[in-house]
């Protein structure tokens, strides 16, 4: 056997063990041997390595990722000085959402969890506005959850988004401001990018990640860890030739689907819930009958 199917038998099996021990799922959603006759000769060669640096989340891990964002939460909350049982007890937990909010979207998944997996009561779940109502009564911390931070624009628009409040409208932004509530963002991965997008914004949030994503954890940076040295031009390019060849867009990272993935963050995850913007769309793309590798939610 040649070293390169070799290499190509060592990773499918890899996949195969995940699906057999059910941390990826059926093959309806995960696909690995389908998507893999996309390419040909060196191409294929290169695309094992791909599969390779590929990552699912299933719903058991994302639970457990959760748990551990809540307790980095925990840890910065008494780093501040502030005493963790009563902050549990008067926070209220919400989400972002969206420029068009979408039930589809991933907070509301993950303020299921909070009340399922770490037992935050019913009452302190609340929507976006009421969350909002909840600080101008009583000025309590404001906790949002999500899956995933990538550019952080979920967490911006929902900041900036004016919501009625009493007989008037305001926006987190000026209720926090005036009431000096604490606000944090727990949320299982936040990349570099979208944390310092959102400093720079002027978003008043401290993020707790149960994982922070650098750019050496996306495929096109230049000192990515998800590539061996010895291939990683030789798959940038073929990346960047195969994105184009099948009609992926050039918007320079502007538009979802950018053939970086979004912000040009290159990533190459996918969970039980979602498949991030940033992921590299030759994951999950289906133009021109690209034969893809994880099912988009």
């Known amino acids: 056997m040649s070293l390169t199917a070799s290499r190509e038998t060592e990773v499918l099996a890899k996949c195969d063990y995940f699906a057999r021990i059910g941390a990826w799922p059926a093959n309806t959603v995960v696909r690995p041997r389908e998507w893999l006759r996309n390419f040909e000769g060196r191409d294929r060669e290169l695309a094992i390595e791909l599969l390779d640096a590929f990552v699912y989340y299933n719903a058991w891990q994302l639970k457990a990722i959760f748990k551990y964002s809540l307790h980095n939460l925990s840890n910065t909350v008494r780093q501040e000085g502030r005493d963790w049982g009563r902050f549990w007890k008067e926070m209220v937990v919400t989400h972002p959402t969206g420029e068009n909010p979408n039930p589809a979207d991933s907070g509301p ?64 932004q000026q209720v926090v401001a005036a009431t000096g509530a604490p606000v944090y963002y727990c949320c299982g991965f936040a990349t570099e990018f979208g944390t310092q997008a959102l400093q720079a914004s002027g978003v008043a949030v401290k993020i707790t990640p149960a994982y922070r994503l650098t750019t050496r954890d996306g495929l096109l940076s230049s000192d990515t860890r998800l590539l061996k040295p010895a291939v990683r031009d030789e798959v940038q390019e073929m990346i960047a030739r195969v994105s184009r060849d099948i009609g992926l867009p050039d918007t320079g990272g502007t538009q979802p689907e950018d053939w970086r993935g979004f912000a040009g963050l290159g990533l190459a995850i996918a969970d039980e819930n979602s498949t991030p913007d940033a992921t590299l769309p030759l994951f999950y793309t289906e133009r021109n009958d690209w034969k893809w590798l994880v099912k988009r939610k």
Request: proline share 6%; glycine share 4%; with cysteine.
């Open 109 to 172: 998944m993950f303020t299921r969890l909070a009340r399922q997996e770490a037992s935050v009561p019913e009452n302190q779940i609340r929507s976006p506005q009421d969350a909002l109502q909840d600080v101008v009564r009583r000025r309590c911390p404001i906790v949002f959850v999500d899956d995933f931070v990538g550019s952080g624009s979920q967490l911006r628009n929902t900041w900036l988004r004016p919501y009625r409040v009493g007989s008037s409208s305001a926006t987190f």
